[in-house]
Structures are given as structure tokens and as C-alpha cells.
């Protein structure tokens, strides 16, 4: 038989308050990440090379019941060497043969930000999840905690008031009685 681990309420209540403060951190970085792509497409419309690609290919996949995902491919070439790049579809998704002005990164040039303002490549795919998973552990640890807390608030206010109630309590010395206190004798 195995024995269940017991854990006290302040113990949960610790565990819970770290439990919060991660969840609240990974609820952070998609946040944290769209800042920094933000960023990244500011500078690299600064210090980028521009470019006139063309879109290669325009291709959907389905994945189940969910709405389709399309990607948009490119095929241009950088000082010299042939290059092949992605893009979503998620603000723009344009069709095969249409222009597009970007700004490529000269030390990696399948980054690029397109004149709308997306960036190359499937950046942000695993932050979303991520995202929700701290969503959902500063919910159920918010719920743990704020139960455990009451419990151990109380369990803590019944310790102060025994506590209290044993330092208001007249000491008496052995074999005396509280004043008004009968005795008692038994029959035999």
C-alpha cells in the first residue's frame, strides 16, 4: 500500500505561490516574444538589404478539425547563393507570383521582414502553448492557494487563540482549586 505524501497547509500554500509566479512568467513570454518581433522587424527595416521577392508557392495543410494552415514560400537568391524561405499566413497570405517588398538579414538571409510587417518563418509556434499552460497554472494555483490559505488562516487563528487562552488562564499550584470551586466527594 502506498502512503500518500502529506504536506502542510503552509508548505501547499508556499508551493502554490511558486506554482503562481511561474505560470504568470510563461503567461508572459508570447507577450515578451510580439515585443521582440516587433523589434527585430524594426531593425531589420533599418539595417536590412532590400529585396524584391516573389511568392514561389502557396501551399494549405490540413490538421484535422481545426482551420487549415497555409504558408507562403519563397525562392530568391542572395549574394549568390540560391535561397529558399517560409512565411504564414497569418496577416497577409498572398497567392503564387505576386511581388513583395522585404528587408533581409545579411548574416541570415532567410530572415526577412515583408513590407507588412510579418517576419519569416514559424517564430512563435511553441510560445502560444506555453502561454496558455501559464494561464492555466495562475488559474488552478490561484484556486489551490486561495483554499489552502483560508485553511491555514484558520488552522493559524485557532493556534493563536489556544495560545491566548493558555496565557490568560490563572496557574494554580498543586492540590489547590480556583476559588469557588466545590469540592467533590464521592459515596462509597
Request: glycine share 6%.
Amino acid at each position: 500500500m502506498v502512503k500518500p505524501i502529506v504536506v502542510s497547509a503552509r508548505t501547499a500554500v508556499l508551493l502554490t505561490a511558486a506554482a503562481f509566479a511561474v505560470g504568470l512568467a510563461l503567461l508572459s513570454l508570447p507577450f515578451l516574444q510580439a515585443r521582440h518581433d516587433e523589434d527585430w522587424a524594426a531593425r531589420l527595416r533599418q539595417t536590412g538589404v532590400p529585396l524584391q521577392l516573389t511568392v514561389s508557392a502557396l501551399e494549405q495543410y490540413e490538421r484535422g478539425r481545426s482551420s487549415p494552415s497555409r504558408t507562403m514560400f519563397f525562392r530568391y537568391e542572395f549574394d549568390g547563393r540560391p535561397i529558399e524561405a517560409e512565411m504564414p499566413c497569418v496577416r497577409v497570405c498572398l497567392v503564387s507570383g505576386t511581388p513583395v517588398a522585404v528587408w533581409v538579414n545579411p548574416a541570415d538571409p532567410t530572415d526577412f521582414v515583408a513590407e507588412f510587417g510579418q517576419l519569416s518563418g514559424h517564430r512563435s509556434w511553441v510560445v502560444g502553448p506555453v502561454g496558455f499552460v501559464g494561464a492555466m497554472m495562475v488559474i488552478f494555483s490561484s484556486i489551490i492557494g486561495a483554499t489552502r490559505w483560508k485553511q491555514w488562516r484558520s488552522r493559524v487563528r485557532a493556534e493563536v487563540a489556544r495560545t491566548r487562552l493558555r496565557a490568560t488562564r490563572p496557574r494554580l499550584a498543586l492540590g489547590t482549586r480556583p476559588a469557588g470551586s466545590r469540592a467533590r466527594f464521592r459515596r462509597k
